[in-house]
């Protein structure tokens, strides 16, 4: 038995303050590391090491990951199949550039197979920069040098980076504030977020108003805005609060774009590889994107790699156009076979749904008894709970989800908060989560939830 399967004695232990090797560690990032890092300001957490979905603290405290690396932990932490991989792949070839090699013409292959069959006899793959924003500049360079237009239109709630040019596609202001200059023509379109309606329409009245505002504003001759390279879509918004699209709204915004000759881009960054349950969250809404843009779970275990697949009709690129000196990872191309070969054998994406839907279950029971939960969210392994204020204590939604992420830290689950106003509790398990260990995080949340109602109801009584 290794130290990560022994139980740590931490009952009574506040988990959500760091222990003393921890504040050794996290002051010492605080002095020497950037003002620009986030997640140690929320979850002040020194890791020693991680297996599967825990990791254990430098001060041997165990927890339950459902942050899972920003969803790039397909499979958790460490897991030995694709470990072994790397490790055979170590001693044959770290990095090519965009020579070719045997393990990197296998992952090419085998990420275009996991297409739709219909889309594959006619997509070509590009290798980016490792991240994910660089698989989204890279979509729409791509679209722009297509089509000889300039514009983009995204959608309000949407995030697709923090380098210059995907900051200009993300819709939160804030990250924008003291930058000049950033692209123009980029042009913000309401998306399909019920639960905040963006046109104040009830459900009953909307049939997704949003999409036929864009529709008007595409065809208007007056409607002001240029025939654009392309529209960039997310099917699922994960930073802006876990807010799957609508059916309807991606049904009618994808055919806007074909009749158009509009390149339609999805951004599979986090809702790709498995995290909605199907390999990309289109296929859960019958269309075919012009680009596919795939990058966090990729290789399964967070090593860095970033894709477009893209029709053959786009590609009008000469050589040089989207280069980047690391985008010949060959230890991420091993990690990503060996991680398919486990989505194949174990259902993973099976997996994924059924547990899924049964974390969606437990929160929407959650919602029924607490009030704090405004609304419930979720497809497959990416879940999200939106919380609301309490003003009689003075409380507002982003203090309440702060306090349940610092509550559920406390009983040793990481979560996220994010979304407008930081108030939706977001949830990123590791796609081969078990029932048993869906129903522990469920009964750590609740317990989280259940404690703040308290305090607050204390609060609001004094």
């Not at 990032?29 to 890791?47: D, G």
């Not at 309606?197 to 065809?219: F, I, K, V």
Request: glycine residues 10%.
């Amino acid at each position: 038995m290794t130290t990560i399967d022994r139980p740590v004695e931490q009952r009574g232990t506040d988990l959500s303050v760091p222990g003393p090797q921890g504040q050794l560690l996290l002051a010492a990032q605080e002095e020497t590391e950037s003002s620009a890092r986030t997640y140690p300001r929320r979850l002040p957490i020194a890791i020693a090491h991680a297996r599967g979905p825990h990791v254990v603290d430098v001060d041997g405290r165990r927890y339950l990951d459902f942050l899972t690396g920003a969803g790039v932990l397909a499979l958790g932490h460490n897991p030995p199949e694709l470990v072994a991989a790397v490790r055979a792949q170590l001693d044959v070839l770290t990095h090519g550039l965009d020579l070719p090699t045997p393990v990197r013409a296998e992952f090419a292959r085998r990420q275009l197979d996991m297409l739709p069959a219909p889309m594959r006899g006619n997509r070509k793959i590009h290798f980016c920069g490792p991240t994910g924003a660089d698989g989204v500049e890279a979509a729409i360079k791509l679209c722009k040098k297509a089509t000889g237009r300039g514009g983009v239109i995204t959608f309000q709630g949407s995030y697709h980076g923090s380098t210059h040019a995907t900051m200009s596609f993300t819709s939160e202001a804030a990250p924008k504030e003291g930058l000049a200059n950033l692209l123009p023509g980029v042009h913000f379109s309401p998306f399909g977020y019920c639960h905040r309606c963006p046109l104040s329409l009830t459900p009953d009245q909307c049939g997704t108003r949003c999409a036929a505002l864009l529709e008007n504003t595409l065809r208007d001759t007056h409607g002001g805005v240029p025939k654009p390279a392309a529209i960039l879509l997310e099917l699922v918004q994960g930073e802006g609060g876990v807010v799957p699209a609508p059916v309807e709204f991606v049904q009618r915004v994808a055919a806007l774009a074909a009749e158009l000759d509009i390149p339609l881009v999805v951004d599979e960054v986090q809702t790709g590889c498995g995290r909605t349950g199907t390999w990309f969250a289109f296929e859960r809404y019958g269309i075919e994107p012009d680009v596919v843009v795939a990058s966090k779970g990729l290789s399964g275990m967070g090593l860095p790699v970033s894709i477009i697949l893209y029709h053959r009709r786009l590609d009008g690129w000469a050589p040089g156009s989207h280069i980047g000196t690391f985008r010949g990872n060959n230890l991420a191309f091993a990690s990503a076979l060996a991680f398919l070969d486990v989505v194949a054998r174990d259902d993973v994406l099976g997996n994924a749904r059924r547990v899924g839907d049964h974390l969606l279950d437990g929160l929407r029971a959650l919602a029924v008894d607490s009030p704090l939960i405004a609304d419930v969210r979720g497809v497959g392994m990416m879940l999200g709970l939106e919380m609301r204020g309490l003003p009689a204590a003075g409380a507002s939604a982003t203090e309440v989800a702060a306090r349940v992420q610092r509550a559920a830290l406390r009983a040793g689950l990481i979560v996220e908060i994010g979304g407008r106003e930081d108030c939706v509790v977001r949830m990123l398990p590791p796609l081969d989560l078990s029932p048993e260990l869906a129903d522990q995080a469920l009964a750590a949340l609740a317990s989280a939830v259940h404690a703040v109602a308290a305090e607050l109801a204390e609060e609001a009584g004094r």
